[in-house]
């Protein structure tokens, strides 16, 4: 029996974990927190998953809250128009309504992680509660097979060299702060549960999104910040109940309209809240800890996007499939790091576009606006845009240049 470490007990280390497990591997995770911890720690994501990677999960049988869980089937997007001289409040410049090809949901990693990290221990995975540093990271290496550091966003990342050249940025490109709400409203109940995306040119973008946490559905509202525009200003980290009175502040004039279904919320508990902020890295995929002692990573630790797009997950739950698949293809062979690499180089023929997509939202370049324009007036135009976030693939068919774009919507005039 083959034994493999895994450290990191998120989205790609659990599931891969769960994965190899059923077949028949040895494995060893390391969690930094307890599934009470998480039950009562702070929220991790908003964590939006989409057709392509639930699918994933239900064949893994890991989707044991999808049918508590809101199925988004659909989008609202809108574009503001900002307050203009005596007009005090913004209106909607555009907006477009796209159905997903596939329903989306989100389940509180709070409750799911600590799900999959029962589950794992009914199904006799060994889990040690630490936190790991360098050494200790070494120390399991040595101790195991193959080592792999599935610890998100977290310190050990920075064992793993920045790639240059596939990161786009040096610094985050917005602020986030996110927020669990009981009792907003909805602008459609036939039309319910949708998703909201509000673009604020210059300011940002929020994000509603129909969710399961603690105590029962819920919607996650996310606002992506322009560092030092009017929408970051949450740096000194209010509470939840202070952070929805902020929000509101702002809704008021920015978004009146979702200010009225805002405006009866919640807080779904005292934790109910995120704040951080993301600089988009890709590293390169083997650290070395010493002679003959190398490590690989997945998902977050490798590929960190900005959540605009929600991709990080998916991501993970993409990756962790392939490594699963990969390892087990491994059969009795070393796990050497030219494996190791060629294994991450697979998952990065997917996760760039996840890459390309995102940086494209962070900087909504021109031909990119033209395609909010589309999309209000053709349903094709909105559908293939929202079903971009499911398979991000799709951007360099259609977005990744203005010739493509171009190419693409010259149908529709
Ligand atoms: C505000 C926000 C909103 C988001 N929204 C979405 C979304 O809508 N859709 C989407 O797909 N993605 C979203 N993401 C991204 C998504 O949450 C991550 O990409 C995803 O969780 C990554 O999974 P992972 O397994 O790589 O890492 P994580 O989920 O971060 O898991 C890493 C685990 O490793 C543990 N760990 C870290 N260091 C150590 C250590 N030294 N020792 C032991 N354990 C350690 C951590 O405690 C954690 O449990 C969002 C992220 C943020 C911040």
Redesign the pocket.
């Known amino acids: 029996m083959r034994r493999i470490a895994i450290?990191?007990?998120?989205?790609?280390?659990l599931q891969l974990a769960l994965g190899l497990l059923a077949a028949g591997y040895r494995v060893t995770v390391?969690?930094?927190?307890t599934p009470e911890q998480l039950r009562t720690g702070p929220v991790?994501?908003?964590?939006?998953?989409f057709g392509p990677a639930l699918r994933i999960e239900r064949a893994a049988g890991l989707n044991l809250w999808e049918a508590e869980t809101p199925a988004v089937h659909s989008v609202r997007g809108t574009l503001a128009a900002p307050p203009d001289g005596p007009q005090e409040v913004a209106v909607q410049a555009l907006a477009f309504t796209a159905v997903m090809d596939e329903p989306g949901q989100?389940v509180d990693?709070r409750i799911k992680?600590a799900g999959w990290l029962e589950l794992l221990a009914e199904r006799g995975g060994r889990i040690e509660y630490r936190?790991?540093d360098g050494a200790g990271l070494r120390a399991l290496a040595e101790r195991h097979e193959l080592t792999i550091v599935?610890?998100?966003?977290?310190?050990?990342a920075e064992l793993f060299e920045r790639d240059a050249g596939r990161s786009p940025f040096d610094r985050p490109q917005r602020t986030?702060t996110?927020l669990y709400l009981h009792g907003v409203g909805v602008p459609d109940p036939a039309a319910e549960p949708r998703a909201r995306m509000h673009a604020i040119p210059g300011a940002g973008e929020l994000y509603l999104q129909p969710a399961l946490t603690g105590s029962g559905p819920c919607t996650i509202l996310?606002w992506e910040a322009l560092p030092g525009g009017p929408l970051d200003c949450f740096a000194d980290r209010p509470a939840p109940d202070e952070q929805l009175d902020r929000i509101l502040g702002l809704l008021r004039t920015r978004l009146p309209w979702e200010y009225e279904l805002c405006a009866e919320a919640e807080p779904t508990d005292g934790l109910a809240n995120?704040y951080?902020a993301?600089t988009p890295t890709v590293r390169h995929p083997v650290a070395r800890l010493g002679e003959g002692c190398h490590v690989l990573g997945i998902?977050?630790?490798l590929v960190l996007n900005d959540?605009i797009t929600?991709?990080?997950?998916?991501n993970?739950a993409r990756a962790a499939a392939l490594y699963q698949r990969a390892i087990i293809e491994r059969g009795g062979a070393p796990f050497t790091p030219d494996w190791m690499r060629e294994t991450f180089e697979l998952c990065w023929q997917h996760a760039r576009h996840s890459v390309e997509f995102t940086t494209a939202m962070l900087t909504m370049p021109e031909h990119l606006q033209g395609v909010f324009a589309a999309a209000a007036q053709h349903e094709a135009v909105a559908r293939r845009f929202a079903n971009t976030y499911a398979d991000p693939a799709d951007y360099a068919a259609w977005l990744a240049t203005p010739e493509l774009t171009a190419g693409y919507l010259e149908a529709f005039r």
């Open positions: 450290v990191g007990a998120g989205q790609a280390g390391v969690a930094a927190r991790l994501s908003t964590q939006a998953m989100s990693q992680m936190t790991l599935a610890a998100g966003r977290g310190e050990l986030l996110c996310l995120l951080g993301v998902a977050d630790t959540p929600g991709q990080g997950a998916n993970a």
